[in-house]
């Protein structure tokens, strides 16, 4: 392969992986596992996976953190990842991985947006290229307003056995159809996910130029945002029942979710 199109086949990959971690995590969900806890879990798998390794890879070049990086750091995994997170994977019970992978590729344009808001990035709205840029903007905006408001046809599939379809003695029942009032609600919250994950990108930034240290960086922020995750569901799931984990879909979902933390620093979905 060209090495010019080499980064566009990782980002296809990548986009890959994570369609298959939406629709796996869904499965999850509609065998009754608590999105809240399953943030935690995953962000948990992430620490212990990642924080040894950032360690061991930096022993020797890492410089001290100062109490302002950290504390920065820990504003940047509350917003980015904690909330984010714990917004998209509510939502996504309620809603489909289809609209979880359509709404993430929002976040570039609202990415965008918020930088050129903190003059973090220009346009010239007279050249091509500004005007080409605002052309994705408007285009990503109206994909996910569609997918929002618009309900369409429903379509059969081919297959009808269901790979993740839940047993009748799990926990709990699979979530109902949401209606369409919800259906927007819970997209909409999808979409406020983003926002806070486009922050944290624009935050971050100004980060790592403070501390240009992109493994320990994710690292700390993986850290702090499994005990900030812990907090969130020791408070919105009080039935500890539901922390246990079993042999099923659930488990697969927390491993599988955990790798695009830990395999590319700076990246959390």
């Given at each position: 392969?060209?090495?010019?199109?080499?980064?566009?086949?990782?980002?296809?990959?990548?986009?890959?992986?994570?369609?298959?971690?939406?629709i796996v995590s869904k499965a999850a969900?509609?065998?009754?596992?608590?999105?809240?806890?399953?943030?935690?879990?995953?962000?948990?798998?992430?620490?212990?996976?990642?924080?040894?390794?950032?360690?061991?890879?930096?022993?020797?070049?890492?410089?001290?953190?100062?109490?302002?990086?950290?504390?920065?750091?820990?504003?940047?995994?509350?917003?980015?990842?904690?909330?984010?997170?714990?917004?998209?994977?509510?939502?996504?019970?309620?809603?489909?991985?289809?609209?979880?992978?359509?709404?993430?590729?929002?976040?570039?344009?609202?990415?965008?947006?918020?930088?050129?808001?903190?003059?973090?990035?220009?346009?010239?709205?007279?050249?091509?290229?500004?005007?080409?840029?605002?052309?994705?903007?408007?285009?990503?905006?109206?994909?996910?307003?569609?997918?929002?408001?618009?309900?369409?046809?429903?379509?059969?599939?081919?297959?009808?056995?269901?790979?993740?379809?839940?047993?009748s003695s799990g926990p709990s029942p699979?979530?109902?159809?949401?209606?369409?009032?919800?259906?927007?609600?819970?997209?909409?919250?999808?979409?406020?996910?983003?926002?806070?994950?486009?922050?944290?990108?624009?935050?971050?930034?100004?980060?790592?130029?403070?501390?240009?240290?992109?493994?320990?960086?994710?690292?700390?922020?993986?850290?702090?945002?499994?005990?900030?995750?812990?907090?969130?569901?020791?408070?919105?799931?009080?039935?500890?029942?539901?922390?246990?984990?079993?042999?099923?879909?659930?488990?697969?979902?927390?491993?599988?979710?955990?790798?695009?933390?830990?395999?590319?620093?700076?990246?959390?979905?």
């Open positions: 392969m060209d090495a010019r199109l080499k980064p566009y086949g990782v980002a296809i990959v990548i986009q890959l992986i994570y369609t298959g971690m939406f969900f509609d065998h009754g596992m608590s999105s809240y806890v399953f943030v935690f879990y995953r962000q948990a798998a992430g620490s212990v996976l990642l924080l040894p390794l950032a360690l061991l890879l930096n022993r020797r070049t890492a410089r001290s953190m100062s109490f302002m990086v950290l504390l920065k750091l820990f504003f940047c995994a509350l917003i980015g990842v904690t909330l984010s997170l714990n917004l998209y994977h509510v939502s996504l019970k309620f809603t489909s991985a289809t609209v979880a992978s359509a709404t993430d590729n929002s976040a570039p344009a609202i990415t965008f947006f918020l930088a050129l808001l903190l003059r973090m990035e220009h346009v010239k709205l007279k050249s091509w290229s500004g005007i080409a840029k605002l052309t994705g903007v408007a285009l990503c905006v109206a994909g996910v307003l569609v997918i929002a408001f618009y309900t369409g046809p429903g379509l059969s599939p081919v297959n009808h056995h269901r790979a993740f379809a839940p047993h699979p979530v109902a159809n949401p209606t369409r009032g919800a259906w927007v609600k819970w997209t909409f919250l999808m979409v406020v996910a983003n926002v806070a994950w486009s922050l944290w990108i624009v935050m971050q930034a100004a980060v790592l130029k403070e501390y240009p240290n992109k493994m320990l960086v994710t690292a700390v922020q993986c850290v702090f945002s499994t005990m900030q995750s812990f907090v969130v569901a020791a408070v919105a799931e009080r039935d500890f029942s539901r922390w246990k984990l079993r042999l099923d879909i659930s488990l697969l979902a927390i491993f599988y979710s955990e790798r695009p933390t830990t395999c590319k620093p700076g990246a959390w979905r």
